[in-house]
């Protein structure tokens, strides 16, 4: 599994951005596929799931603020984040979880500006 991260930049706090990540691959249905996240100096964090069901799960810090979701078809997942604080900024990965695996895209950088 193959997957390609886009949508990451610059933006002011209190401002908008989406990230979308395609899988690819000899692939036919991905169990669950989210965001983690890396900011300077922490650990990898989970930030939002879903499954292929939809069902979904969000760190308490981004609840409210950012939505996650995919279209099974495509094996595409994506995450809407609105309201951003400078804390959001951090690398942020696309992750899937397939066949009792975990695959993980390169990275994309958000950088929230106060």
């Known amino acids: 599994v193959q997957l390609q991260a886009y949508g990451g930049g610059l933006v002011q706090a209190g401002g908008s951005l989406r990230l979308s990540c395609a899988a690819s691959?000899?692939?036919?249905?991905?169990?669950?596929m989210g965001w983690y996240r890396q900011a300077p100096g922490k650990q990898r964090e989970s930030v939002a799931l879903?499954?292929?069901?939809?069902?979904?799960n969000y760190r308490d810090s981004v609840k409210g603020q950012f939505t996650i979701s995919r279209d099974n078809a495509k094996n595409t997942v994506a995450l809407q984040m609105n309201s951003l604080k400078p804390e959001d900024t951090a690398v942020y990965y696309c992750?899937?979880?397939?066949?009792?695996?975990?695959?993980w895209g390169q990275g994309t950088l958000v950088t929230v500006s106060s």
């Open positions: 691959g000899s692939i036919f249905s991905i169990d669950v």
């Open positions: 992750y899937a979880f397939y066949r009792g695996n975990p695959y």
């Open positions: 879903i499954s292929t069901g939809g069902s979904t």
